[in-house]
């Protein structure tokens, strides 16, 4: 599953190289013998590869379904693999493999989820651990393959203009609304999101960032915490006006989005949508 691997004329140690093999190129086994495998490639050539290097087929198409998904959903946060990090279709360490990100890989993320970690009383027949440690998740993208790797393995990568704001915080997605001029720079500004604590939603707090041009640096605009967060956070642009929507969950558990307008240097709340699907913006009150 790494990104070329070298058909091989023997499984012998001493070898030559006849052929290369792309990710995602497709084999047909032909016999398996200890750690190898004799496949013959689409152009019939035939030779040997480590079997640990193959997926099912049907493995690979569900890789690249879930590649072409992400295609149509927004990045919540971009970053790198602090170290080589299997690719997993599902988040979970049971996951089918989808291939190996190599150490400083760049990705983005896309989504966040907490599984319960297997322990080692978990088996038949022994007692489950009364309290499973849960791990954290990340659906990703890098380049052409997508798919689930452990949280702990990836660094989010802020970006320069607000890392500064960041240093007291659990900064874990961010997004530019619009952009200001100010000179001959067109100046980012940012909805940023960031978890308190050890809790199980994707964010608790948010803050808007806004250029101030005549000194030249960000502003805090707008500031919410308390929030039951869950990912993603999209943003539109309707006219000239950015919007942003949260998908979050009521004290009684009824989710619920709400979507927020930015208005020069000025956000404002502009109320709330029932459910986290609909593309809806809240009904606009009337007075008399």
Do not use: C
């Not at 052929?19 to 030779?47: C, P, S």
């Not at 007692?127 to 954290?136: G, M, R």
């Amino acid at each position: 599953m790494s990104p070329s691997l070298d058909l091989l004329d023997s499984p012998a140690v001493v070898h030559k190289v006849i052929g290369v093999l792309k990710y995602g190129d497709r084999v047909d086994v032909m016999k398996t013998e200890g750690t190898w495998a004799k496949v013959q490639a689409g152009d019939g050539g035939q030779g040997w590869v480590i079997t640990q290097e193959l997926m099912p087929s049907k493995t690979y198409e569900d890789g690249q379904k879930l590649l072409h998904q992400l295609s149509s959903r927004q990045v919540q946060a971009a970053g790198h693999a602090v170290l080589a990090a299997n690719l997993r279709l599902e988040p979970g360490r049971d996951g089918p493999e989808l291939g190996m990100l190599a150490q400083d890989q760049t990705l983005d993320v896309f989504d966040r989820r907490m599984i319960a970690r297997k322990t080692a009383g978990s088996g038949a027949g022994q007692p489950a651990s009364s309290t499973p440690v849960p791990d954290v998740w990340y659906l990703v993208r890098s380049g052409s393959r997508a798919g689930w790797v452990l949280g702990r393995l990836v660094t989010l990568d802020i970006p320069q203009g607000i890392s500064q704001y960041a240093a007291n915080y659990n900064t874990v997605a961010w997004f530019v609304l619009n952009t200001v001029r100010d000179g001959d720079s067109n100046v980012p500004q940012y909805l940023v999101a960031d978890r308190e604590g050890s809790v199980g939603f994707d964010f608790t707090h948010i803050r808007v960032f806004t250029w101030w041009v005549k000194q030249h640096h960000y502003v805090t605009s707008y500031v919410q915490s308390g929030l039951k967060g869950v990912f993603p956070i999209r943003t539109e642009n309707l006219g000239n006006t950015p919007y942003f929507r949260l998908r979050l969950v009521d004290d009684k558990g009824n989710k619920f989005q709400s979507v927020y307008g930015l208005f020069n240097t000025i956000v404002r709340p502009m109320g709330r949508v029932e459910g986290w699907e609909s593309n809806a913006m809240p009904e606009r009150k009337h007075r008399r």
